[in-house]
């Protein structure tokens, strides 16, 4: 089975930087997903990982630790439009079907 | 490019009666995936077409599902007799399919479905 944690919502200031974690237990491991989504909207590809280290992209960067199960998304200079949902989600062992976390709502406040 | 498109955006149905939902997937996309997130809970799949075929329907909770993908374009998911505990938002997404690895899923932005 897999099984995703992520912290249930975070709060950060208008320019600050934050890390929002995921920690996953899966039995077969093909890559994580981050995900953003707005009250209403679609969930929105931010970011892929299958090897360890991190990504960046703008403001946006994803790491991954394989053998720690762990995974984190850092996002800089934020701004009011981050206020969001984040959802980190893992593919199946052998299945695109993905299993998501519960998401992490984040307020930013000025 | 348009992005995968759902329809309708809300839905208010009595137990009992039956909704049909609707998903275009982002054109050239060979994958849809139809996934429900009820209140509180995390987002769920239900199931995957490759093309017209189901390719995995295991998160479907049961009989009263039914999913269809007639010529590998656009999807129906019907809820058919519908029940309080299936009031959620159902999503869809596609991808271009090819390797796990590198195949993204796009998400539609959902359809309310509310059971009275």
């Keep these: 089975g897999q099984n995703i944690d992520q912290p249930t919502e975070m709060t950060a200031t208008e320019g600050a930087i934050v890390q929002i974690n995921c920690t996953y237990q899966t039995s077969g491991f093909n890559g994580l997903f981050w995900y953003q989504q707005h009250a209403g909207e679609a969930p929105t590809f931010l970011s892929y990982n299958v090897l360890d280290g991190l990504e960046e992209k703008g403001r946006f960067s994803s790491f991954l630790s394989r053998s720690k199960g762990y995974s984190y998304l850092l996002l800089k200079e934020l701004q009011m439009k981050d206020s969001a949902s984040y959802l980190c989600a893992v593919p199946g062992a052998g299945s695109y079907q993905l299993t998501f976390g519960k998401g992490t709502k984040l307020s930013v406040i000025p | ?116």
């Design chain 2, 1 to 116: 490019e348009a992005g995968v498109t759902q329809f309708p955006s809300h839905s208010v149905i009595e137990k009992g009666q039956t909704v049909t939902l609707r998903c275009d997937p982002i054109s050239g996309h060979d994958n849809l995936y139809w996934y429900r997130r009820v209140m509180g809970k995390e987002i769920k799949f239900l199931l995957h077409f490759v093309k017209e075929s189901k390719q995995d329907e295991s998160g479907m909770p049961n009989n009263r599902f039914l999913a269809e993908r007639t010529g590998g374009t656009y999807s129906t998911l019907k809820v058919q007799p519908a029940e309080l505990e299936d009031s959620g938002v159902y999503f869809c997404a596609s991808s271009q399919g090819g390797s796990i690895f590198t195949d993204t899923q796009y998400f539609g932005p959902g359809t309310r479905l509310t059971v009275l």
